[in-house]
């Protein structure tokens, strides 16, 4: 089902809690924003978040003929949205299954959704390094995969966690893109400053270290966090805000970048 993909990113970290969700779903906006035909896959399969960040959590998943139809947020179907979010009764039913079944729906999600022509497949996955991603890796050998973009945040306890992701990508042959650095400062939203509330840099230096490019650093913006649920685009919401300049950045990487290949 990913044959008619053109390019496909994960979206990787080591951590929990550092809005890797928030960057996939705006990332995705982004992108469909840029004129792109976008998928947005969601395996975080204990944590699904991707439905109610884009409003889509009353939303059903059909079959037809070809597999599962995903769910498009809007009529022109510039964004195709797939989640076991969907599958679940409701936002507070726990998904509690062993490896093997995690693998299995996995599986499914990569080769059973009718994606149809995609510009675009962004693959929000789970925070660690284990069977989720090693799925991933494994269904994912026979087409052309682009590369992980990798969320941190400032922390130095979340920069050691995404070390390891880091590791991951190096010994699996996944090319990194490159790594955001999330929640890196607060921006008031009366007078717009930056205040750094925990610290910064910290991805920058990852990103030397590692030997890898470093896409961007995104501060706490609270009018971000009221997007949240809506489905609307920050690039569009709020053109000037940085968060939406380092998202149009990271897109013109990616396309440009998606042209060379």
Not at 30 to 42: M, P, R, S
Not at 50 to 55: H, I
Not at 136 to 163: F, H, S, W, Y
Request: charged residues 25%; aromatic residues 4%.
């Amino acid at each position: 089902m990913l044959d008619k993909v053109k390019h496909i990113i994960l979206v990787l970290s080591g951590k929990g809690g550092v809005g890797k969700s928030t960057v996939s779903t705006q990332l995705a906006l982004a992108l469909a924003e840029a004129d792109h035909k976008v998928g947005l896959l969601d395996i975080d399969l204990c944590g699904p978040s991707v439905p109610f960040l884009l409003g889509l959590e009353d939303q059903d998943v059909h079959q037809c003929d070809e597999g599962w139809v995903p769910v498009y947020t809007s009529a022109e179907k510039k964004l195709a949205v797939m989640s076991i979010g969907f599958l679940l009764k409701n936002r507070s039913d726990a998904v509690i299954w062993r490896g093997p079944k995690k693998t299995a729906m996995i599986k499914q999600f990569l080769e059973d959704v009718n994606w149809d022509e995609l510009d675009y497949l962004i693959i929000d996955t789970p925070p660690g390094t284990s069977d989720e991603h090693i799925t991933v890796m494994e269904c994912l050998k026979t087409v052309n995969t682009d590369g992980a973009i990798i969320v941190t945040t400032p922390q130095e306890m979340a920069l050691e966690d995404v070390r390891k992701e880091v590791t991951f990508c190096k010994k699996t042959g996944i090319h990194i893109l490159g790594i955001v650095e999330n929640m890196s400062g607060f921006v008031c939203p009366n007078c717009s400053e930056c205040t750094n509330i925990f610290s910064s840099g910290g991805g920058h230096s990852l990103a030397e270290l590692a030997k890898v490019p470093h896409l961007g650093t995104l501060p706490i913006d609270p009018r971000v966090g009221e997007l949240a649920g809506t489905g609307k685009s920050c690039v569009k919401e709020m053109p000037d805000c940085t968060t939406s300049e380092v998202l149009r950045e990271i897109v013109r990487i990616i396309t440009v970048g998606g042209r060379e290949q």
